[in-house]
């Protein structure tokens, strides 16, 4: 007995309406993207192993798939690391290539090694699929899209105010009707590191901040622990996990704290200009809120932090990214300031269907079907086809003269706007009887007034 067909846990099949919801999506993206002046690239599904891991703190690098070694190659595994029980080397010694986690490293690398041939500031969009082993659940799938930009070479705010307003405008153009981005700096979070002592464990201390919507103060408090964050330090943040009011009192809160730290302060600075230029556009319909506890767990972010949420529904993130001044330097090149934002395109896509948001003529893809009475009408019908596609209609002649109720059908389930109904009379009389499907309108036409209702001479 055949094995019954399936596919990997956290990836999907698309039908053809899915894809059209998603092009949907995509198209939005990219058209407000390139209205901020944004160009496209793209870069390989696979990296080297050596260019992704350890970019993404230790977390990060577990989710990575990675590929195994093929051919001649596999002779070259680490037989030693495996009897010294050294697995990550063994493991490095069988995969020299591994899927993207995500866009933002491999445009740094991209940057890196194009750097003759770009124009700085360098400002780029990327839509392409990444990949992550994370454990499979709604909203977080193991395949999906990611819609990048960044600009690299500058390290003006400016940029990052662009971003809000970019978030602002993709999702309210996606009708969705409440959604706030949360946003941070880095340099607040060295801030609270420095004054509490832990500078040296920034990266553990932020790791479990990030997690206080998740798993609460309690759980945030124990991890803390369990990573060795001093006593006296966990008393000191204490009233950072519960710091209400709005924008500027809670600013005005971490001035005070961060009073004694310099980097601290300077990201109160940063996060200031920010929202006093955002103030000079406004905003359609995003909330931005100050949210002192995130951090996205990633350590290469070095300044501003952005976190996208749709408010009312049950999902993480449907948006984020950051400034990441010495991303590029990972790989050789100094001094180089960046900074980019993600849109989850999947994540989207749910948010969009749980409020039923997408366009209800997002899948009238065929605008006419003739349909098929048999040869001679066929041939009265395939010169008016070509001559719609060529002047740009999605237009199709059934193919077989089936039943009428099974050519309607067809028509039915792909959602056509209009059918073309010819039949001997009215090859006779060369005219066409035009229905429109929705109001269920029909009127005879000549085919000279069959081309004008589609703007053809």
Request: glycine share 8%.
């Given at each position: 007995?055949?094995?019954?067909?399936?596919?990997?846990?956290?990836?999907?099949?698309?039908?053809?309406?899915?894809?059209?919801?998603?092009?949907?999506?995509?198209?939005?993206?990219?058209?407000?993207?390139e209205?901020?002046?944004?160009?496209?690239?793209?870069?390989?599904s696979?990296?080297?192993?050596?260019?992704?891991?350890?970019?993404?703190?230790e977390?990060?690098?577990?989710?990575?798939?990675?590929?195994?070694?093929?051919?001649?190659?596999?002779?070259?595994?680490?037989?030693?690391?495996?009897?010294?029980?050294?697995?990550?080397?063994?493991?490095?010694?069988?995969?020299?290539?591994?899927?993207?986690?995500?866009?933002?490293?491999?445009?740094?690398?991209?940057?890196?090694?194009?750097?003759?041939?770009?124009?700085?500031?360098?400002?780029?969009?990327?839509?392409?699929?990444?990949?992550?082993?994370?454990?499979?659940?709604?909203?977080?799938?193991?395949?999906?899209?990611?819609?990048?930009?960044?600009?690299?070479?500058?390290?003006?705010?400016l940029?990052?105010?662009?971003?809000?307003?970019?978030?602002?405008?993709?999702?309210?153009?996606?009708?969705?009707?409440?959604?706030?981005?949360?946003?941070?700096?880095?340099?607040?979070?060295?801030?609270?590191?420095e004054?509490?002592?832990?500078?040296?464990?920034?990266?553990?201390?932020?790791?479990?901040i990030?997690?206080?919507?998740?798993?609460?103060?309690?759980?945030?408090?124990?991890?803390?622990?369990?990573?060795?964050?001093?006593?006296?330090?966990?008393?000191m943040?204490?009233?950072?996990f519960?710091?209400k009011?709005?924008?500027?009192?809670?600013?005005?809160?971490?001035?005070?704290?961060?009073?004694?730290?310099?980097?601290?302060t300077?990201?109160?600075?940063?996060?200031?200009?920010?929202?006093?230029?955002?103030?000079?556009?406004?905003?359609?319909?995003?909330?931005?809120?100050?949210?002192?506890?995130?951090?996205?767990?990633?350590?290469?972010?070095?300044?501003?932090?952005?976190?996208?949420?749709?408010?009312?529904?049950?999902?993480?993130?449907?948006c984020?990214?950051?400034?990441?001044?010495?991303?590029?330097?990972?790989?050789?090149?100094?001094?180089?300031?960046g900074?980019?934002?993600?849109?989850?395109?999947?994540?989207?896509?749910?948010?969009?269907?749980?409020?039923?948001?997408?366009?209800?003529?997002?899948?009238?893809?065929?605008?006419?079907?003739?349909?098929?009475?048999?040869?001679?009408?066929?041939?009265?019908?395939?010169?008016?086809?070509?001559k719609?596609?060529?002047?740009?209609?999605?237009?199709?002649?059934?193919?077989?003269?089936?039943?009428?109720?099974?050519q309607f059908?067809?028509?039915?389930?792909?959602?056509?706007?209009?059918?073309?109904?010819?039949?001997?009379?009215?090859?006779?009389?060369?005219?066409?009887?035009?229905?429109?499907?929705?109001?269920?309108?029909?009127?005879?036409?000549t085919?000279?007034?069959?081309?004008?209702?589609?703007?053809?001479?």
């Open positions: 007995m055949a094995q019954k067909p399936s596919i990997p846990k956290g990836t999907r099949d698309f039908l053809p309406y899915q894809v059209q919801r998603r092009n949907y999506i995509f198209n939005t993206i990219k058209s407000v993207f209205k901020y002046g944004f160009a496209p690239i793209e870069t390989p696979f990296e080297l192993s050596s260019t992704l891991m350890g970019k993404y703190g977390e990060g690098d577990r989710l990575i798939f990675r590929i195994l070694n093929s051919g001649e190659k596999v002779k070259k595994a680490d037989l030693k690391a495996l009897e010294e029980n050294n697995l990550p080397r063994f493991a490095n010694s069988l995969s020299e290539k591994a899927l993207r986690y995500d866009l933002t490293v491999p445009f740094a690398r991209f940057v890196v090694q194009h750097q003759n041939d770009l124009t700085f500031p360098f400002k780029r969009y990327q839509i392409q699929p990444v990949w992550r082993a994370d454990r499979p659940q709604k909203g977080r799938y193991q395949e999906f899209f990611q819609c990048d930009a960044d600009v690299v070479g500058s390290d003006s705010l940029f990052e105010v662009d971003f809000i307003q970019i978030f602002d405008e993709v999702l309210s153009t996606l009708k969705i009707p409440d959604f706030s981005i949360k946003i941070n700096n880095r340099k607040i979070l060295s801030g609270i590191a004054i509490t002592g832990e500078e040296d464990k920034i990266v553990t201390m932020t790791v479990a990030d997690k206080l919507d998740k798993i609460g103060q309690e759980g945030v408090e124990k991890e803390l622990r369990e990573k060795g964050i001093s006593e006296k330090a966990i008393e943040i204490k009233p950072l519960d710091l009011g709005n924008n500027n009192e809670m600013i005005g809160f971490m001035r005070s704290f961060l009073k004694d730290s310099e980097v601290g300077k990201g109160v600075d940063e996060l200031v200009e920010v929202f006093e230029k955002t103030s000079l556009l406004g905003l359609s319909n995003a909330k931005l809120e100050f949210d002192v506890t995130l951090a996205r767990g990633l350590n290469y972010y070095t300044g501003a932090i952005f976190e996208v949420k749709a408010n009312g529904v049950k999902m993480g993130s449907i984020g990214g950051g400034r990441y001044d010495d991303l590029t330097g990972l790989f050789g090149m100094k001094g180089l300031s900074v980019g934002i993600s849109f989850g395109a999947d994540r989207i896509y749910d948010v969009l269907t749980e409020l039923e948001l997408f366009p209800e003529d997002i899948s009238q893809d065929l605008e006419v079907l003739f349909v098929n009475f048999g040869d001679r009408e066929t041939a009265f019908c395939m010169p008016i086809v070509k719609l596609r060529n002047n740009g209609v999605n237009a199709e002649l059934y193919p077989d003269n089936s039943k009428l109720k099974k059908k067809y028509a039915d389930d792909r959602n056509v706007r209009f059918t073309a109904i010819v039949g001997e009379s009215e090859v006779d009389r060369g005219v066409i009887n035009f229905k429109d499907m929705a109001s269920g309108e029909q009127e005879e036409l085919i000279d007034s069959f081309y004008k209702k589609f703007n053809i001479a």
